[in-house]
């Protein structure tokens, strides 16, 4: 059984910084494409960015590039979201999820999905 398991997200202010981790089984983490995607109240759900596990390479939405920061630490199954200059519109509740094969995108189609945490951020 696949498990991803998110870090509590939190409250902050426009212009500040969170960062969420995910760690997901052992057996789930060589050679995947692991990213976080995101829906806001009443919005369809996005990608947000994408790392292939076995390779590094990463991939983002441009409504973040140059503000987030997918990483991971394959020692801890590991995969961490860094986000920085936050905005209101990053609202939403963040998902991490991962699907067999490397990553080619952002694209928010997984087969796995964890359980989702909110960010809020205030004006």
């Known amino acids: 059984q696949v498990q991803l398991v998110e870090s509590e997200g939190g409250t902050v202010a426009a212009g500040g910084s969170l960062r969420l981790s995910c760690v997901a089984s052992?057996?789930?983490?060589?050679?995947?494409?692991m990213g976080w995607s995101r829906q806001a109240p009443g919005k369809q759900r996005e990608g947000v960015a994408g790392?292939?596990?076995?390779?590094?390479?990463?991939y983002y939405a441009d409504s973040v590039k140059g503000r987030f920061t997918i990483s991971q630490d394959s020692a801890k199954n590991t995969v961490y979201l860094e986000m920085n200059n936050l905005k209101p519109e990053d609202t939403a509740i963040y998902y991490c999820?991962?699907?067999?094969?490397?990553?080619?995108?952002?694209?928010?189609?997984?087969?796995?999905w964890g359980q989702g945490t909110q960010v809020t951020v205030s004006s």
């Open positions: 052992a057996h789930t983490f060589s050679s995947v494409c």
């Open positions: 790392i292939s596990t076995g390779s590094g390479v990463t």
């Open positions: 999820a991962a699907r067999r094969g490397y990553c080619d995108g952002v694209r928010p189609e997984y087969d796995y």
